[in-house]
């Protein structure tokens, strides 16, 4: 089954489509591609598995192809990485048409995504995700990045892709580990804005963790949707956008201080939504028995609830990091009660710090 | 005398502030800093001679003020200097609010503004161009870049600064070879738009050479609204502004092909017009009079005419990496009649071969 929404930005509107096989539908890509350079950026493992049915796809509607070939992992979104893709395309004279398609995950998207919008001062890019977290979540909205020895994320650019197509068909090949990381983006779209949602997912759990392609195809058109939504109202996050950072906050520590790769994104920000559920409890905000109804769920996901041993000023120092911080404060994603999140900008410090003592 | 014009973008429109003592004018800063962290980002020759005024004016403006010095030059204006913005902005924990301060000339202007564009994914700036170059050019239009060991300005971003203040008693202790590679840019505005222009700069080129201040001044304030009406007109250079870039094509592979930093830009620039101009004539397109007249120009604001030996296919390999070719021709802009530019994407590559072995 195939399912197509927009993400809904004036002129720089642009369509996601999810579905099996749309790797190999020429039709999707013409209008993008044809009588332009398309230089496929993606790392070794995703390579060797989808590179050349998607060269040939993307050939059938009229591009040169070339191919741009980057380690993989997140310990690998880097400067470095990134000027790889510059070195490529400038040694290959490619111009201002050219159109980067990222094939992969995470990581590859967002160093693509990067890449094109300052090569030459911008390019045109094409999402092409492979794994569930980059389907449900990393692929949509336009955020690229790469990581700094010092802070997650912290340079980047929003640069929206010219179309997303997700094949759910690269899904069934996909690692345990990052099946989880996805499932705890999907949650997260639950917890802060959809509650019959977030009830859609406990009810369904074990047919996402068996893979049946209705219900991922179901969890990622649902996740895209309100993604695409809060996108719409708030492209730069100036406001609404930040609820998508739920569990983020506590997580991009988490990555940061354990060393980018040891837990995958969606592991921290499983721990960081747990950690975040019980601070709401403790803020008074949020309801205990909808905190650990929460955990509960994030656990029959396999996912962690618990986060690494990090002493406290350690936590503090990287969330004093985050770019939702205004004036000194650490800014929060809290919950109200499930499906309603609140950014909060007034926690007090020491509340933070004592939580964090003891998590 | 106070000068001022707009750059009309819409929602991002911007003033452009031209005049002596602007730098210590604390009320041109307030709209855009009060009550934020304004980051000077400067380097070490003009950091001792202007930071310490620019910083009290700012803290009259209400910011809190961060320093960040640069090392000196073009061949500085890579991802090595870019990163120590980056450092020093996360290990002060500057958030979205902050605002970078570009202090000096095109290098650090380049080089915050790219800066700016992607910290965070995007911070305002603000351009306080101490040098002619900067004045009249760089430090309007929202162009920023790094250069690449493969090509000159190659990864950017257009970001437009929310202010420009050009305080012209800075140009008084300008080196004499920075002053000439300014008036290269002055130069061009004429050339390719503006043939009154041109004659008032033949008419008063005595005047800018001993940096008349009135003269200096009414030269800035005609660049900068030749400049504004061009970017107004094509932000992003899908048409008409790349008709800035007279001189450029040539001028680019000049600086990459000795060495970032000892040509200086402008000084590219001149001899590139000069280049442009000659080929111009050779493809029967511009009179050989007025060829001639622009070069005799150029050679009286004391600015080289002739470039330094490169060979044809080192020409070649430069040129075709230029940012406005298309399909693998080479782009040029080239002059029907002094004052009247146009963009060439036919040029015969055979010609263009010869005119360079012969350059």
Redesign the interface.
Known sequence: MRRELEVSLGDRSYPVHIGPGLLDDASLFAPHVAGRTAAIVTNTTVDAMYRPRLAQALERAGARCLAIGLPDGEAHKS?QTL?RV??AL??A?A???TVLVALGGGVVGDIAGFAA??????IAHLQVPTTLLAQVDSSVGG???IN?P??KN?????HQPVAVVADTATLASLPERELGAGLAEVLKYGAIQDAEFLGWIEANADRLLAREPDALGYAIQRSCEIKAAIVAEDE??SGARALLNFGHTFGHAIESATGYGNWLHGEAVAAGMALAARFSVAQGRLAKADAERLVRLIARLRLPVKPPAIPAPVWLEYM??D?K????RVTLILLERLGHARIVKDAPPAALEEFLATA
């Open positions: 400067w000027d510059f070195e400038l040694r004279q111009d201002r048409r919008a300052t090569y030459q001062r911008g955020k690229t990045a700094h010092l802070g912290m340079i980047g650019a929003f730069r996050e004093g990091r770019k911080n205004e004036a000194g």
